[in-house]
């Protein structure tokens, strides 16, 4: 089991530009969860999909920020244009069915993305 | 709103001695309760879960209680060690979802 791989693992990027972040879950799990943690305000849930559908995006914080999960083994958000309040470290976590209250979540080891 | 409360202050301890962590939470009617540590550079690592009918929970040297009457799970580790030196994270499941939503985390120093 190699577990939740995300990629890049460091993103530096300028004001303006478009950046994607990717995902690969654990096979078999049903839910995806993508979290954003800074200092200030710790771990934010920003979108989840169970099933590749998107359950409740409330989390993103502007249109700025999209997200797709077009199959199981795949997911990406992207930031178009990002701008330094973007700035953070991204994580991505798999569960193995809905309802995570009962379910542990699997993180990857982030991206930290930095645009300047 | 909905709150989850952990000591913002690093709790630092002598190895061997227990190291308690407490966690608090407001506007929530939880049915389990997850605790979770974070290295440096690394994602959370779950580590144990509890049930709202559960007042205790053992796992190696730790344990953690849960109490719905008082909003509160502490989390303890007996007879640290300097590898226990991390940040640990409590989350609930949020009362309008199904995602989870995290604590801050309270950051732990053993010393030898």
């Given at each position: 089991?190699?577990?939740?791989?995300?990629?890049p693992r460091?993103e530096?990027?300028?004001?303006?530009?478009e950046?994607?972040?990717?995902?690969?879950?654990?096979?078999?799990h049903?839910?995806?969860?993508?979290?954003?943690?800074?200092?200030m305000?710790?771990?934010?849930l920003?979108?989840?999909?169970?099933?590749n559908?998107?359950?409740?995006?409330?989390?993103?914080?502007?249109?700025?920020?999209?997200?797709?999960?077009?199959?199981?083994?795949?997911?990406?958000?992207?930031?178009?244009p990002s701008?330094p309040?973007?700035?953070a470290?991204?994580?991505c976590?798999?569960?193995l069915?809905?309802?995570?209250?009962?379910?542990?979540?699997?993180?990857?080891?982030?991206?930290?993305?930095?645009?300047? | 709103s909905?709150?989850?409360?952990?000591?913002s202050?690093?709790?630092?301890?002598?190895?061997g001695k227990?190291a308690?962590?407490?966690?608090?939470?407001?506007?929530?009617?939880?049915?389990?309760?997850?605790?979770?540590?974070?290295?440096?550079?690394?994602?959370?690592?779950?580590l144990?879960?509890?049930?709202?009918n559960?007042?205790?929970?053992?796992?190696e040297r730790?344990?953690?209680?849960?109490?719905?009457?008082?909003?509160?799970?502490?989390?303890?580790?007996?007879?640290?060690?300097p590898?226990d030196s991390?940040?640990?994270l409590?989350?609930?499941?949020?009362?309008?979802?199904y995602?989870?939503?995290f604590?801050?985390?309270?950051?732990?120093?053993?010393?030898?």
């Amino acid at each position: 089991d190699a577990g939740v791989i995300q990629s890049p693992r460091h993103e530096v990027t300028e004001m303006g530009q478009e950046v994607t972040l990717r995902c690969k879950p654990i096979s078999g799990h049903n839910s995806l969860f993508w979290y954003r943690q800074t200092m200030m305000r710790g771990l934010e849930l920003l979108i989840y999909f169970n099933n590749n559908v998107p359950i409740d995006d409330s989390g993103m914080p502007e249109d700025r920020f999209s997200a797709k999960m077009p199959n199981a083994s795949f997911s990406t958000l992207k930031i178009q244009p990002s701008e330094p309040r973007d700035s953070a470290v991204y994580f991505c976590a798999s569960s193995l069915r809905v309802g995570v209250g009962n379910s542990p979540l699997h993180f990857g080891n982030g991206t930290r993305l930095t645009v300047t | 709103s909905q709150k989850i409360e952990q000591n913002s202050e690093a709790l630092n301890i002598q190895e061997g001695k227990t190291a308690t962590l407490t966690c608090n939470y407001t506007n929530y009617s939880p049915a389990y309760l997850q605790w979770y540590r974070q290295d440096p550079g690394r994602g959370p690592v779950f580590l144990l879960l509890i049930r709202e009918n559960e007042k205790e929970k053992r796992k190696e040297r730790l344990k953690v209680t849960f109490d719905t009457t008082l909003k509160q799970s502490l989390f303890h580790i007996t007879a640290s060690q300097p590898a226990d030196s991390a940040t640990y994270l409590c989350a609930l499941q949020a009362n309008s979802g199904y995602a989870l939503n995290f604590g801050k985390g309270t950051s732990l120093l053993v010393t030898p």
